[in-house]
Structure formats: C-alpha cells, structure tokens
C-alpha cells in the first residue's frame, strides 16, 4: 500500500505557484520522498526526489518538513502544459532494490 | 533523463490471445526493471520486479502464469499477457532503473491493450 495521502484534486491560476502538499506520517528514516507527474495517456515523468533537505532543481521545488512526516512540492510559475496528476511518493526498500508504490495522486488544473 | 522505449503503443487483439509487450532502455543498461498496470481514472499498480537474468518478483494477486515476464538483457524486458480476456485491457506501462542511476526510475510511454 501507498505511504502518502494526497488531496484528490486542486487547481491554481497560469503564472503562479502551484503548491501541492503529501503527508506521509509513516516515513521511516532511510526512506525518500519522490514526486512524478503523469500527462493524460503517458508515462509518468520524474520531477524530483529528496530525503531530508529541502531540494530544488529546473522544473520545482521539494520542501520537506522537519518531522518528515509531510512535504509540499512547488512550482513556481505554473504554466498550462502542467496541468497532470501529480503522485507524491516514498521510496520502499534499499538503493538497489526499492519499488516505488504510487498512490492515488493529486490532480492539478492550471487555468488560464 | 534518461529514455525507455515500449513497443507497441497500442495493441488490439481477440480474446483468448497472448499479446506480447516490449520495454527498452534506450541509452542505460536497465539492472531492474518494473511493470505497472493503470486501469482508466485510477492510478498505477505495480505489478512485477524484475533483474536482469533472475525470475520477476510479482506482487500479491498478480497471476505470473498469466502475465510472464522475461528480462534477458540489460536493455529488454518483455510482457506477455497469455489468453487474453477483456478484462485485461489496460495501459500497461514499463519502468527501468541503472546501477548508475539508481536514484531514478525511469518510465516508458506505456501501451494500450484493448481485448474484444
């Protein structure tokens, strides 16, 4: 089963930041959070990952909490090509044998 | 990132069919890869593990006799769906990660399969 709970669904204006919160009150230690997005009919596409700092590369930003029980994936300036479903994510097992076990996902409407 | 391949995109077949599904790394050598099925409005589901040269490792309630998995090199994997029923349609999606990259996972465009 799915370590996170997302909320189903959320949208935000073309421009600004889209903001999409993860609880996974489960987490274990050595565990990371991964974030992947999905387009209608394709595969899903990596976003980012993290562990317990917080990250940021050309597409978002991963702020994870102290506790690591939540996290909150950011984009800055959503635009309408990012309207997808977004799944939050906890890495299960080790670096060389982990699965990653989607949950139900958020669905992000960017208006215009 | 890097690229996963399937082949074919979609696929239309009688029911009682095996249809076979093909998954590459297109620019890595793939040591694991994963197969997930997506029914419509409802998330992934993974179905199998597999090393490359070892059996797929399948999840609970996943028939390996129905679903056979192979994973002969460190480029392809193969899903073949045996006596396909219709309940069996589904957007199969494949998913493959490296020993240098083993941090990501990388997935491939999926494929459809409609059984009449």
């Known amino acids: 089963d799915a370590k996170t709970t997302q909320p189903p669904s959320m949208d935000c204006a073309e421009g600004r930041a889209a903001n999409l919160p993860c609880n996974h009150s489960?987490?274990?230690?050595?565990?990371?959070v991964y974030w992947y997005r999905q387009i209608h009919s394709q595969g899903p596409q990596y976003i980012i990952h993290?562990?317990?700092n917080n990250e940021t590369n050309e597409m978002a930003s991963l702020i994870i909490t102290e506790d690591r029980k939540s996290s909150t994936l950011i984009l800055p300036h959503a635009t309408l090509r990012d309207t997808a479903v977004y799944y939050c994510i906890v890495r299960v097992g080790g670096d060389s044998s982990y699965k990653l076990i989607f949950g139900s996902g958020t669905r992000l409407l960017v208006r215009p | 990132g890097a690229v996963v391949s399937q082949h074919p995109s979609w696929v239309i077949c009688k029911s009682g069919t095996s249809v076979k599904i093909e998954c590459r790394s297109l620019?890595?050598?793939?040591?694991?890869m994963f197969w997930y099925r997506q029914f419509p409005k409802q998330s992934l589901m993974l179905m199998a593990t597999?090393?490359?040269?070892?059996?797929?490792?399948?999840e609970q309630g996943v028939e390996k006799d129905k679903f056979l998995i192979n994973h002969a090199s460190l480029t392809l994997s193969t899903l073949t769906v045996t006596s396909a029923h219709p309940e069996d349609s589904s957007f199969y999606i494949c998913?493959?990660?490296?020993?240098?990259?083993?941090?990501?996972?990388?997935f491939g465009p999926g494929t459809r399969l409609t059984v009449l």
């Open positions: 993290g562990l317990k």
């Open positions: 597999s090393n490359e040269g070892s059996k797929a490792t399948y």
């Open positions: 998913s493959a990660r490296g020993r240098l990259f083993y941090n990501e996972q990388f």
């Open positions: 620019d890595f050598q793939a040591t694991t």
């Open positions: 489960t987490i274990s230690g050595n565990e990371y």
